[in-house]
């Protein structure tokens, strides 16, 4: 989502900037802008924005030989205001302030009408400018003239989430930050310091991070750093440093991301299991052994993609570890009475461990009581993982492209080594089923591979779907949340209009939308379900729809008028969603380079949802 940068030198930031919030583009956006102040007798405060990509800004910055030893830049997904220059960020005050802003003010509205009685013009329709009229307010006050105390009481006024950096004419070779809710780290280099929604952006120039905690204010300047905590009290953050993701997030020979990350599948899969030679409390970290057998239930919190992984996960935990299984929709979860259980384990499942509905989801588990909690996650240095007792990263490496696919699947693989632990240590899994296991688990990248090159065949049935606006997807059991999971990938990236129901359900509504405009895809493993899905399928053809049945080798669906058959090599049991999810990746990406959408930055999406 929204992304920050910010940098005090000796030297010209401007390239810091521009390229800090290049390498963050994958997250998504849909305008940018970067403040600089000059060096010299009489610093200037400079803004330059853009509703177009981090290109044009750069450009922009080249024909005006902008430079500046102290600056701030960022990437806008708009929330409050349309993606319009005058809303992009950074927003200023009396050309004097200026701040980037990620996250949500709740209070914006009241405390705007309050800067207007003390004589403060808007101009934007955002949330974000109120801080920097706040911030001009507070340094010009009675004891003011300091942009770190500035900050702080204007932090102080506002509720929400928020990530923050501060520039003013009046402290050149200084930046000021502030999170709460919202990521943010500060960079320490050499000679030079800076401060950043994510560490990826600092690779080039500093991988010496510290993680701001909740509430903590960083005071940045070229040759020093300070960061305070919510009382003002100066404190020390754990410096670590990061690792470059390297080629990871180069295009090759692909064409997008998108089909990049489909290909990678195998490898991700392999990498997540990588060291895994035995099921046991061991592999979610140190803490485990004492947790994990005390577990009575489970309650999984997810946001979309994440979500789906989820419900796939309850009925693994249900079925082999015999152990009930709640999945909830992190922003719903926080927001209704649950009743808390002492002895359940809270799984938080995120690609990026910054999603903010799941992060605000997790701490209100642990203000109920919830002690025990997991991240599966694919960032090691992110919130979540730092928040959470226990955790398995996935491995799944760098994803760029806005909809999920190798962080989908790695999860999958993470939930299904949980279900394994905890059935081994309920006395549910004997010594040769976990053998049994293993050796599936270690087949999963050659079978997806098998699926992979089925490409072909998914690209003449995306010819057929770009042609269309709507979609039925379907499946039982297992396979329900893949065919969610299916829907929601042609909907973010192709923008037709597709829903997924389990099978049984057709009858109960969703048939009244089927004709031979409405293409139904199914998925049709040859699992206990079959027969029953077979039934669900007549339904459709017996109303003139047109079938698109994704099927193993044996599942006895012949490809005849009206039913195209796609078949997986092989049957792959309870793993058997990890494989068939992939021929509905691919048809979501072939129909939406058929359309001619924007496949890696899907219009009104983001990656990292950093807001509620």
Partial sequence: MCGIVG???????????????????????????????SAGSAPTLTRLVSTARVADLSAQAKREHLAGTTGISHTRWA?????????????????????VHNGIIENFEALRETLKTRGYTFRTQTDSEIIAHLVHFHWHAPGGGDLLRAVQAAVAEFHGAYAIAVISAREPGRVVGARQGSPLVVGIGDDDHFLASDAAALVPVTRRIAYLEEGDVADIRRE???????????????????????????????????????FEQPRAVAE??????????????????????????????????????????????????????????????????????????VIVVSQSGETADTMAALKHAQAL??????????????????????VYLTRAGTEVS??????????????????????????????????????????????????????????AWAERFARKQHALFLGRGLHYPIALEG???????????????????????????????????????NDALLEKLKSNLQEVRARGGELYVVADADSRIATEAGVHTLRLTEHAGLLSPIIHVIPLHLLAYHTAVIRGTDVDKPRNLAKSVTVE
Avoid at 301 to 317: D, F, I, P, R
Wanted: proline share 6%.
């Fill in 369 to 390: 009581g919830h002690r025990h909690t997991l991240a599966i996650c694919n960032v090691a240095t992110s919130s979540m993982v730092r928040l959470t007792e226990m």
């Fill in 272 to 345: 997540t299991l990588e060291g895994v030679a035995g099921i046991g409390p061991d592999l979610f970290g140190p803490a485990a052994a004492g947790i994990l057998p005390t577990v009575e239930r489970v309650l999984i919190l997810a946001c979309g993609t994440s979500y789906y992984s989820g419900l796939v996960g309850k009925q693994w935990l249900e079925t082999v570890a015999r152990i009930p299984c709640d999945v909830e929709i992190a922003s719903e979860y926080r927001y209704r009475d649950s009743v808390p259980h002492a002895n359940q384990l």
């Fill in 7 to 37: 940098a005090a030198s000796d030297r010209d930031v401007v390239p810091v900037l521009i390229d800090g919030i290049r390498r963050l583009e994958y997250r998504g956006y849909d305008s940018t802008g970067l403040a600089v102040i």
């Fill in 487 to 525: 829907a929601l990938k042609l909907k973010e990236i192709s923008y037709i209009h597709a829903e997924a129901y389990p099978a049984g359900e057709l009858k109960h509504g969703p048939l009244a939308l089927v004709d031979a405009e409405m293409p139904v895809v199914a998925i049709a493993p």
């Fill in 224 to 262: 020093s750093y300070g960061i305070f905590d919510a009382s003002g009290a100066r404190v020390d953050r754990q410096i670590v440093v990061v690792e470059s993701a390297g080629d990871q997030v180069e295009l090759g020979p692909y064409r997008h991301f998108m089909q990049k990350e489909i």
């Fill in 79 to 99: 929330t409050h205001g349309a993606p319009t220059p005058a809303n992009a960020h950074p927003h200023t005050s009396h050309d004097e302030v200026a701040v």
């Fill in 402 to 459: 806005v909809a999920s696919t190798k962080a989908f699947t790695t999860q999958l693989v993470a939930l299904f080594l949980l279900t394994l632990t905890l059935a081994k240590l309920r006395g549910r899994l004997t010594a040769d089923e976990e053998a049994q296991w293993l050796r599936a688990l270690r087949h999963l990248p050659a079978a997806m591979q098998a699926a992979l090159a089925l490409e072909p065949q998914v690209i």
